[in-house]
């Protein structure tokens, strides 16, 4: 199935995973994001904000570009992620948005309690990908840093991941008891999130877990 990538400004890795792009996927630059897409030989399909931080605004204007006010409500992310799920796409993928500003980070970060989550979030410090249900990693590297914490701020979400250093076994995640940088104890790492309700397993420094 089709899906959107959400590229958008802020901290974002040097290059991403050579199969995460389809040739169906709808392509989207919230403002600056543009620039991180252009640096990685991406192709757009959508521009959309109020271009105030993009280096490339004649460019933009040449694609199919929502020009938004500067003054406005909503960030150019939550604008992205509005457009694409106008657009059907119920499932996407985010890339930058990391580091730089705390309070776009926390903003970015609370768009998942209105809206879906990201399949994945590509920044220039992590990779965090959702788990919702059951899902296995493999090929890890042994002894890798991992983090978990829930989708939502006030959610609490029972998990179950026994090959780390500290195992988890039934354990009630919140943002008040994170699994923070944790150990991998084997190259495979099986998760199992309770309930239906979900959770990101970061693994930082994006660029290293490819």
């Not at 996927?25 to 271009?51: E, L, N, P, Q």
Request: net charge negative; charged share 20%; aromatic share 12%.
């Amino acid at each position: 199935m089709s899906k959107a990538i959400i590229f958008t400004g802020g901290g974002a890795p040097t290059h991403l995973p050579s199969d995460l792009i389809d040739t169906h996927d709808y392509v989207i630059a919230a403002d600056s994001g543009y620039d991180t897409a252009k640096r990685m030989g991406i192709r757009v399909d959508c521009c959309i904000g109020d271009f105030d931080s993009t280096r490339f605004l004649a460019e933009i204007i040449e694609h199919n570009a929502l020009k938004q006010p500067k003054d406005k409500d909503e960030s150019d992310t939550e604008l992205a992620l509005r457009h694409a799920l106008d657009q059907g796409y119920t499932e996407y993928v985010l890339v930058g948005g990391g580091g730089f500003r705390m309070d776009h980070l926390f903003a970015t970060y609370a768009l998942f309690s209105r809206y879906p989550a990201p399949l994945a979030w590509y920044t220039c410090y992590e990779t965090l990908h959702l788990v919702t249900g059951f899902r296995r990693f493999s090929n890890l590297e042994i002894g890798m840093t991992i983090s978990l914490f829930p989708v939502h701020y006030a959610e609490k979400v029972v998990v179950t991941a026994k090959a780390l250093f500290w195992p988890l076994d039934r354990y009630a995640l919140s943002m008040t008891s994170l699994s923070l940088s944790n150990r991998t104890n084997d190259s495979v790492l099986q998760l199992l999130v309770e309930h239906d309700k979900s959770l990101f397993v970061c693994f930082p420094v994006a660029d290293r877990q490819d």
